[in-house]
């Protein structure tokens, strides 16, 4: 079985509005933090939610594949929490 990224199929299309990059950001969070997603709040720096820079770097990952936009292993500090992150991706995929 062949893998692929979502980002390189061409038949899925992945909502890139902010909502939708918000939305799947506070997921992902909640996971890493073991939260639920209604605990997370998207201006609160990600240190504070509990991601270390293991975590951090995972999300970067996360997003590259989700989006197929490379991301500095800095984005959890240049960008501390998800409306900036969000903020990023959407200048980035716009």
């Known amino acids: 079985m062949i893998s692929q990224k979502v ?4 038949e899925m299309s992945i909502d890139t509005s902010a909502d939708a ?3 799947w950001l506070i997921e992902r969070v909640a996971f890493y933090a ?4 209604d ?13 270390d820079s293991v975590y951090a770097l995972t999300l970067g990952g996360d997003i590259e594949d989700r989006f197929g936009v490379e991301v500095e292993a800095t984005l959890g500090w240049d960008h501390p929490t ?8 959407v200048a980035e995929l716009g």
């Open 21 to 23: 990059i918000r939305a």
């Open 34 to 37: 073991e939260r639920r997603p």
């Open 82 to 89: 998800i409306d900036a992150i969000t903020a990023y991706l």
């Open 7 to 10: 980002a390189d199929m061409p």
């Open 39 to 51: 605990e997370i709040a998207t201006d609160t720096r990600l240190v504070e939610l509990g991601l």
